[in-house]
């Protein structure tokens, strides 16, 4: 698959966890929602909030898996042919352990905010019998660092794609080196033969004058 594609499932997936975030923001249950009983056990009901958690928490790491696919795809560093291997991949990297603790924090920030939008019976709550509401701003930080972290992923595999390419590109020049180098030690060589064969020519013949001029 083209890497455009990955690219553009990526800022898919991202926009559409981004949204569902921002709406289960303002669907979130408020504290006039909160009922209580006789005995003073709350209740409170469901929320949209619950089912456009789940959609934001799932694509967001459906993107972040088909983002770092594109940047290992990337990463793979050039080798030489005496063996030595060009890697300089600081920044990706920064930027990819950055993407994976912000994904971190967003799976435990949206899990949390989506346990505590489901139904919390009387006597029951959500944690030892207590209700509890997902405080303002959660789900929107949350998609804030959603989008903040797949766009550190991106960058990360762009980068990795440029220095790719550079490597690319000097292991090329390097190949020609070589190969430059090693036609002008043949020709060296060559050349040193040549004159190491004139050398034994000329030898030859100095050594068999005498025996002529000795038989005349």
């Known amino acids: 698959m083209p890497n455009h594609v990955h690219y553009s499932v990526v800022f898919f997936l991202g926009l559409v966890s981004f949204i569902t975030c921002f709406v289960a923001e303002f669907k979130r249950t408020k504290k006039e929602d909160i009922r209580w009983d006789t005995e ?56 990819l352990i950055l993407s994976w603790s912000n994904f971190v924090v967003v799976v435990l920030l949206l899990s949390t905010a989506i346990s505590m939008s489901r139904a919390q019976p009387f006597g ?7 209700c509890y509401l997902v405080k303002d701003g959660v789900f929107a930080a949350s998609g804030c660092l959603a989008i903040l972290g797949l766009g550190a992923l991106t960058i990360s595999a762009t980068k990795n794609k440029v220095k790719k390419r550079q ?13 430059k180098l090693t036609k002008s030690e043949e020709k060296k060589q060559n050349h040193d033969d040549h004159q190491t064969n004139k050398s034994e020519t000329v030898i030859y013949f100095v050594e068999e004058a005498p025996s002529t001029a000795d038989r005349i």
């Open 124 to 130: 029951v709550g959500w944690l030892e019998e207590d």
């Open 167 to 179: 490597q690319q590109l000097v292991a090329v020049v390097i190949k020609d080196q070589d190969q």
């Open 40 to 95: 003073r056990n709350c209740y409170i009901p469901g929320s949209h909030a619950f089912w456009l958690g789940i959609v934001a928490v799932l694509c967001f790491c459906i993107a972040q898996i088909v983002g770092n696919l594109v940047v290992f795809n990337h990463s793979t560093g050039i080798k030489r042919e005496d063996g030595c291997k060009i890697n300089n991949l600081t920044l990706p990297t920064v930027l």
